[in-house]
């Protein structure tokens, strides 16, 4: 389908050590074969990948090919997380505002300026990405036509944690923090995954062992 064109591949330091090899082969052949097929395809395919994992650590790591990894690494584009370009915060406010409005069909004005006072002070582990569930949450309970800061959720830590309780177990604790930073990232589990530091396939085995729910 991409022939011709590019292809995007996201969270590629996240694929397994088999897809990787395959993706190699497919770059320096340039040809696939479709599943289920015989026949070899010659393509010409522009690739851009994107991770948020550091692929040099990964590769000395031994988890991802060296191999796979130059060849990908042919024009490198670095691009900071939000919390060291704070001052595109109200760009990107502005600009999902207006996004979110036309997918809701509901219009509000902008943010308070506490509301904006908050977004700036925010870390963003979860990102961009966290920022615009973030924003939609808030046109979704707002009142009036402005989103005001207790309408965005957002605590100081940017997670909304229980007090310590020295009687749980350390699996309970586990299965809290968990159910918070889901809560927090709107139930997306890459953006959770990424704010634990773990990869989405240990999520949804943690997802699966403590039995959660997308209502919990």
Do not use: C
């Not at 925010?122 to 990102?127: E, I, Y």
């Not at 309408?151 to 007090?163: F, N, P, T, V, W």
């Amino acid at each position: 389908l991409a022939h011709g064109g590019t292809l995007f591949l996201d969270e590629i330091g996240d694929i397994s050590p088999k897809l990787q090899l395959d993706l190699l082969r497919v770059l320096e052949e340039r040809r696939v074969v479709r599943v289920g097929g015989t026949d070899p395809i010659d393509i010409d395919v522009r690739i851009i990948a994107a991770t948020n994992r550091d692929l040099k650590k990964a590769v000395a790591d031994g988890q991802f090919r060296e191999d796979l990894f130059y060849r990908l690494n042919v024009i490198p584009i670095l691009l900071p997380p939000l919390r060291e370009r704070r001052e595109d915060v109200p760009l990107l406010v502005e600009h999902f505002l207006e996004r979110l409005g036309v997918e809701t069909d509901r219009r509000v004005e902008g943010v308070s300026a506490d509301a904006l006072a908050a977004l700036m002070r925010h870390d963003w582990p979860g990102n961009v990405r966290e920022l615009r569930n973030v924003l939609e949450r808030g046109m979704v309970v707002a009142k009036g036509t402005l989103i005001q800061a207790e309408d965005l959720g957002l605590s100081a830590s940017g997670i909304k944690l229980e007090s310590h309780d020295p009687t749980l177990t350390l699996d309970e604790v586990e299965r809290r923090h968990i159910t918070a930073v889901l809560q927090h990232a709107a139930g997306n589990v890459t953006q959770a995954a990424r704010t634990l530091d773990i990869d989405r396939v240990t999520l949804y085995n943690k997802i699966r062992k403590y039995g959660l729910r997308r209502g919990d």
